[in-house]
């Protein structure tokens, strides 16, 4: 039996026209070094519809069709988000940070028919030019490109605002369906190539709700927002949609992401949220350590992207007031996966061990913990398994290509549909996440899991060890074993004595047998011990590996 | 280009496992008189669980089969709001309020097969079993029927918990289109016979998310809700299925409405929260004037239903702290239409004037007014229109019996799609709605609107009168012109002194030629004036009219 409600899609038009009209005096002030711009969510609104007819009429985008941003946080960036989706074409958010090598591979995947760009990122895009195979016009956004540009610049190059000069400021929005590809961002392809994720108008609309609702950011039309999160990962968090929704006003850095002009956006245009990655907030927290500034409006940054170190969440409490409130999510997931709201009648101490888990899912976010043996891991807040999520915003598959079938690789989706996130972790009865591992970096023992993460940890906490990285190794009889790679302060240490320190901490089963001694260990490019390299190492015979025989 | 997002039916029972698991602990506490009734969320998970294996296993109910509850707002009551519709049958919510003919009528047209009811309720329902053409089952909930029933009952009867003990704590809940009809209302048929709204599981989950969002009611499983509005009332404004998705405790008043019990189960609950119609507030503000009791745990109470008078909210918040919050809604729209939170920035005496409107819309419900001379009105706080809104809780149709198509009268729902409110206000340029009258009782005279309301209004203030109002009779020059009804306090007043005494407020066109003066206006049995009868009076000549000429 049918129901008799109307049968309205849920489209990021109606966001836009909601948020224009309702909300037509939320501000979105943008941070320029100088004077900030100012402006207002009326007068986004009637930018966004000028860049759609801009962009239909001008240079010829018809539904479906890929365009790109290269851009910092700024309100054209917002005019792209809404005008794009609006009209029925795709948003491709590039991330600025990737390699020339994986842009242009990105660019050409994507099939991106224009690139709007920030006019201080053309030298990060004009080498690229030359191999780019579809892109047919540069929308340069700001100063004229001046000598940034090759004289024989393939593309067509536009001043955005000459783009938009004159055009109407109301747009008749296609009525789409709602699971039509709104906005698409890859995934850096830490491993293979990168992996394109297609958001729907429907996703992005049922996100922004849970993005609104009291139990994940809660704001209102009272608050400012700075997402300082770029606005090409993951969409900034869904705040630039979530605030057209309801009104939060948005404050924004452009490219002034160093702590020094963070410090002093945050004193001046008074947000009372911020979010981003724990590193940003490690660099404000030193920053103000030596030149102080009053954050105090600020009542609670929400931080993810990656384990927030508890010792950064209570400075924060303690010497300027804000509430830190953890998140987990991906790519994948929008991202908006689970957020670290403790559960109700705690003291603020009880909260603590809450606060530092990756926090409880939400309505829209199934969860389940594959387990090492198969099946499914009890939310008993000790048995590890791989974390498995299922809901209208998560990823079914990945972008396979202008003509081409989704990809839908078997180590990232279940048979049954849901996201393997590659998160190894524990579930507690009442629902809270605590992520330990990433599933490739997890020993598996025999049927069991031992977590590298662990091993480090008490391995680095022993006061001869200046690094120390596990990792799994072919084992005839387990599968696979810990191999434990050490480089001291000083002197070496037996590794029979660093087995017993570790063994005052994990069960005996888990103790490595395979011990090598490095210099120092390889690193990522943002400074994580890169284990690839180590596994490649360990494969080529080139680390000296002592092998021990544990007593039962 | 369709996204690569996974396609996930937002389903109740989505909402009910994830109420039941990750706030299993929530609390839903029911009034009793005596000691109250607790449970949890995870157990009353299980018990729907018990209640569907009961329905379908015990009963044979099946998908689309109507199941009616008559209930009061009780724990059982939320068992059977989560159980019906997750199994994918259809939860049809009886209003105890109507007339036994009304009620008939209801449940032949819906066609139910069961009806769950509390075994206070028995001697209401009794008396229409005769007249009941598809109940087959009868669930008593709580005491045995006793001789509440007739011997020879033609539908079954059965003991809720006999009926429930032994079956499984879990049931495999299908995956249901989102369209699927999940639960239907009846409007009380003021005029005609009543219209049945039938909600989806899509309309649903998405009220239940916009009720939850910062902006609406803005709770958490840091509080505790007091649904004083019925159950069969617009699902007590969407606020069961809301907590389940947050966690939010529940408190419910089972049949204690009164202000006494009210007054006493705020104290001793504590709940941060309350919702009810205006007469309830004003009930229970009188019983703590004359019976003190501490109310201040209560942060918040939302009035809907009719018009909040302003006195009361002051004296809410002046004498017991307790900020009242207007909103709009009605059965059609689920009911969640607008809420009265001013914009930032204002000083408390500068939110009042926001605060006594109906409030704005959400991002989910789109509005118009249709003027009076068609088209449509501007945004500008002072041109009339009759509200228009679109959205995806909005209803499109009412149900048209069991076999039958939807019903979409003229009146009722515009030419593409629109549900026509029947309510007549305007909206000022920031998107606030204020309502002045129902569009039947507006006079429509020569392409303008009057509102009777405010000549009613107006009329009212004059020391002379009793009571006034204003109804439209045919005109053959404006096609509808105002009469004004009056009741005296002691001696008559001249109509032309009246009439001068209007032209102080009103414009000149707009006041009434024709006057009547009665003993006393026909009310309702709420206690309106019952402008339909009054209207039936007038075209059978019973009203002794004297006609005024003014002069130009």
Not at 55 to 75: C, K, P, Q, Y
Not at 392 to 413: M, Q, S
Request: glycine share 8%; charged share 20%; with cysteine.
């Amino acid at each position: 039996m049918l129901s008799t409600m109307q049968d309205v899609p849920l489209t990021i038009s109606r966001i836009l026209q909601h948020g224009s009209t309702i909300h037509g005096d939320s501000r979105i002030t943008t941070w320029t070094g100088g004077e900030p711009h100012r402006t207002t969510f009326r007068a986004t609104g009637q930018r966004a519809a000028q860049l759609a007819h801009a962009l239909h009429d001008g240079l010829g985008i018809r539904r479906d069709d890929r365009v790109a941003t290269l851009m910092w946080n700024n309100s054209r960036h917002v005019e792209a988000y809404f005008a794009v989706p609006g009209m029925g074409a795709v948003l491709h958010t590039l991330n600025l940070r990737l390699p020339a090598e994986q842009l242009t591979w990105i660019i050409n995947h994507a099939a991106d028919r224009v690139v709007l760009v920030d006019h201080t990122l053309l030298p990060l895009l004009a080498p690229l030019l030359p191999r780019l195979e579809t892109v047919e016009h540069l929308v340069v956004v700001g100063d004229d490109p001046g000598d940034a540009l090759p004289a024989d610049c393939r593309p067509r190059v536009h001043d955005y605002e000459e783009l938009l000069a004159g055009r109407p400021t109301t747009y008749d929005w296609p009525e789409l369906d709602e699971r039509t590809a709104a906005a698409m961002c890859y995934t850096s392809g830490t491993t293979g190539e990168p992996k394109g994720v297609v958001y729907s108008h429907r996703s992005v609309y049922l996100h922004s709700m849970q993005v609104n609702m009291a139990e994940s950011m809660g704001l209102t039309d009272k608050d400012t927002t700075l997402p300082v999160v770029p606005m090409f990962h993951v969409n900034a968090w869904g705040l630039p949609h979530a605030v057209f929704m309801t009104g939060i006003n948005l404050l924004l850095p452009d490219r002034f992401l160093q702590p020094g002009p963070l410090a002093e956006m945050i004193e001046r245009e008074r947000p009372t949220h911020a979010a981003a990655v724990p590193t940003i907030w490690q660099g404000l927290l030193t920053e103000l350590d030596a030149r102080p500034r009053d954050i105090s409006c600020l009542a609670t940054v929400t931080i993810g992207g990656s384990a927030c170190p508890p010792a950064l969440m209570e400075a924060f409490e303690q010497r300027h007031g804000v509430l830190v409130r953890q998140a987990w999510g991906m790519t994948e997931t929008s991202p908006l996966g689970s957020v670290a709201h403790p559960p109700a009648g705690l003291t603020a101490e009880q909260e603590w061990p809450y606060r530092v888990t990756q926090g409880r899912f939400p309505a829209g976010v199934e969860a389940r913990l594959a387990a090492p043996g198969g099946g499914f891991a009890p939310w008993d807040g000790r048995s590890p398994g791989e974390l498995e999520v299922r809901g209208p915003w998560i990823a079914a598959a990945y972008f396979g290509g202008a003509d081409a079938e989704p990809l839908r690789p078997e180590d990232k989706f279940s048979p049954d549909g849901w996201l393997r996130t590659g998160d190894v972790g524990v579930i507690s009865p009442d629902g809270y996440l605590t992520l330990t591992d990433r599933a490739k970096d997890v020993i598996k023992s025999g049927g069991e899991w031992i977590s590298s993460v662990e091993l480090e940890n008490v391995l680095m906490a022993h006061e001869s060890v200046a690094e120390a990285a596990v990792i799994a190794v072919p084992d005839d009889k387990w599968g696979e074993r810990p191999l434990a790679a050490v480089a001291f302060r000083d002197g070496p240490v037996p590794y029979g004595a660093l087995c017993a320190f570790l063994g005052e901490n994990v069960a005996r089963w888990q103790l490595p047998e395979r011990w090598a001694t490095v210099e120092s260990l390889p690193k990522t490019s943002v400074g994580k011990f890169d284990k690839k390299v180590l596994r490649a190492r360990y494969a080529a015979g080139e680390l000296d590996v002592t092998e021990l025989t544990h007593s039962a």
